[in-house]
């Protein structure tokens, strides 16, 4: 039977540098420590680069390593043109610049540009007085009288991290806004003075060497004008969720044009801005279409919301395979057909580990099954992102208590359930156990534990009579770099075979994704298209033996396996094709 629902003729041959790399980030206080303090630092780095070359990273992006009182783990930022000493000092990044670029290798730093740290000095000084001149650097407002007379914030938006996004300053007597930690306070991109500061700060960084900038949640940098009250929708109490209210705002696209054309289109610049809060298909393509000249692609987040009910990351759901195949299918199609570009990640500093979330990480098939998500990741329309240790399919961490967890947002969310259980029976202290639970699937440390490098203590991350900053996964005897470099078998040495096929072949980058049966429950299978040629991938997303039905439509005769995640012999692809636990496959199609 002849078909032409598997061979759409879709020519993106639109060819840009940064399409067709893979970028790796590094969580740098857990990459690699070289002065024996704990702390990973921009001379361990300089350390790895052979490593990561060897991986096939082709851009580095390094977490926030400006000064910083690290109470958002650097995301907290105090000078954007200073280096953090616990990583080292300027010359020591200038040196890393100049060893990333001998390599072939580009350079991608962090940019918090929607908050600074309360230590910044702009904002030192706009807390000084009223009639400051940085003052309107951020949101100040004067507060609001409750019935009974009790000060009130200036509106009743509630924090992300929960609580009052306003904090109130006895000094002026007046309230700053923070959509996050009160010790990261809001800048005002109203003020055009606040968006020239920061195009001089990305300018400083482009002189430098920098090659492409990753935008913390740069979709919340216009608010609603006047910042009125958020609808309520919890009765309950003065604080509701405001995210409409300061989320794709009414200047946002002005804003980021005016940055593009400002101070990146002055470097051959790779740009990612992360979207939080929500942003759609839609919303998505005015960013990163190519002619209105903004960003180069944005991290969204439905994937990574689809096991939280409502994507509430701590309501953990059962999701299904169909959602996942509809949600990355969305994005897929919506990008080709609207100039547009991907990023392409399961995992970063923010998310769990992959392999412990969407994958299994039982012994028996950790292995397998995170070979099999990078199978898919790789196989994807667009620019593909690992983060640090998911090239060995690292797990997460089973045995830590909550005093081992640093990371604000956990230790805040579990002050809330802790209160929240003690207040309904005050004579005891509370069950925490299903909260420990969630923390241990869906915390943001899970993925920051320091990189297990060998099987020594403290897995080589730095050396064995220094404590780490964080407790290392204590897996580390068994997953580690060392041990997967010497086992042709392992997940490393896949990841690096998966690199390299798919910069062998371009139409992995730009060709069209084509679901193949969308409503499978067990096996993910699509088709990548360019023009006449064709790459089959399937992917069985269980635990269990099952049999993927080829449709006739797609003639596998001359099918050339490139890719398995277990030995194939060499039999023709047959039309049913049985497949063990998480087997993962891709086909180059000749007819």
């Known amino acids: 039977m002849t078909s032409d629902t598997f061979k759409p003729l879709i020519l993106d041959l639109d060819r840009v540098w940064w399409r067709e790399i893979v970028i790796y980030e590094i969580y740098v206080q857990s990459f690699q420590d070289s002065n024996n303090d704990g702390i990973g630092d921009l001379q361990g780095i300089i350390q790895r680069l052979d490593y990561l070359k060897s991986v096939g990273a082709d851009m580095l992006w390094l977490t926030p390593i400006y000064e910083s009182p690290l109470e958002d783990q650097g995301y907290d930022i105090a000078d954007y043109k200073a280096i953090n000493p616990m990583f080292g000092t300027i010359e020591d990044w200038e040196k890393l610049c100049a060893e990333v670029h001998k390599r072939g290798m580009k350079m991608m730093m962090d940019m918090v540009f929607n908050h600074t740290s309360s230590q910044h000095a702009w904002f030192l000084e706009s807390k000084q007085s009223r009639d400051n001149p940085k003052r309107d650097w951020y949101f100040w407002r004067k507060g609001k009288v409750g019935k009974n007379g009790e000060h009130l914030p200036p509106n009743n938006w509630e924090c992300l991290f929960g609580g009052s996004a306003w904090k109130y300053d006895e000094k002026t007597e007046e309230w700053y806004l923070h959509l996050f930690s009160p010790s990261q306070p809001d800048l005002n991109w109203d003020n055009p003075e606040v968006r020239n500061a920061i195009y001089d700060v990305i300018d400083f960084w482009g002189k430098k060497g920098t090659d492409g900038f990753r935008f913390d949640v740069i979709n919340l940098v216009s608010k609603v004008p006047g910042l009125p009250d958020a609808p309520i929708k919890n009765p309950d109490k003065f604080e509701q969720p405001a995210v409409e209210m300061f989320t794709n705002g009414p200047n946002i696209h002005k804003y980021m044009h005016e940055m593009n054309r400002k101070v990146l289109s002055k470097y051959s610049n790779c740009t990612v801005g992360e979207m939080p809060c929500g942003v759609n298909?839609?919303?998505?393509?005015?960013?990163?279409?190519?002619?209105?000249?903004?960003?180069?692609?944005?991290?969204q987040f439905h994937h990574m919301d689809l096991d939280g009910e409502n994507g509430d990351k701590w309501k953990p759901r059962k999701w299904e395979l169909w959602e996942f195949e509809k949600v990355l299918r969305i994005w897929q199609q919506h990008m080709l057909g609207n100039n547009g570009w991907s990023s392409l990640y399961?995992?970063?500093?923010?998310q769990a580990r992959a392999v412990s979330r969407f994958g299994n990480?039982?012994?028996?098939?950790?292995?397998?099954?995170?070979?099999?998500?990078?199978?898919?990741?790789?196989a994807l329309r667009g620019t593909v992102f690992i983060y640090q240790g998911q090239e060995l399919?690292?797990?997460?961490?089973?045995n830590w208590k909550i005093e081992d967890y640093k990371d604000v947002e956990t230790q805040q969310y579990y002050k809330a359930q802790h209160k929240i259980r003690k207040e309904k029976d005050p004579s005891?202290?509370?069950?925490?156990?299903?909260v420990m639970d969630v923390i241990k699937?869906?915390?943001?440390?899970?993925?920051?534990?320091?990189?297990?490098?060998?099987?020594?203590v403290n897995g080589g991350f730095t050396s064995p009579n220094v404590k780490p900053w964080m407790r290392m996964n204590d897996q580390y005897a068994d997953i580690n770099v060392?041990?997967?470099?010497?086992?042709?078998?392992?997940?490393?040495?896949?990841?690096?075979?998966?690199?390299?096929?798919?910069k062998q072949h371009p139409l992995m980058f730009y060709g069209a994704y084509v679901p193949v049966n969308p409503t499978d429950p067990k096996v993910f299978s699509f088709l990548r298209t360019q023009g006449p040629y064709r790459s089959l991938i399937f992917c069985n997303w269980s635990d269990t033996h099952t049999d993927f039905e080829i449709p006739e439509e797609i003639d596998v005769d001359l099918a050339v396996p490139l890719i398995a995640n277990y030995h194939l012999d060499d039999a023709p692809l047959p039309q049913t094709v049985p497949l063990r636990p998480y087997e993962a496959r891709i086909y180059s199609l000749r007819n």
Do not use: C
């Open 281 to 299: 298909e839609y919303e998505a393509s005015e960013y990163v279409a190519k002619e209105r000249q903004e960003l180069s692609m944005v991290f």
């Open 346 to 350: 399961f995992e970063n500093h923010d």
């Open 361 to 378: 990480s039982d012994p028996r098939y950790r292995s397998v099954s995170a070979k099999m998500l990078a199978t898919i990741l790789f």
């Open 393 to 398: 399919g690292t797990p997460h961490p089973q």
């Open 428 to 434: 005891k202290e509370p069950d925490m156990s299903e």
């Open 441 to 456: 699937v869906k915390g943001r440390d899970n993925a920051r534990s320091p990189i297990m490098w060998n099987n020594s």
């Open 482 to 502: 060392q041990a997967q470099e010497r086992d042709p078998d392992s997940v490393l040495n896949y990841y690096k075979k998966l690199a390299h096929l798919r």
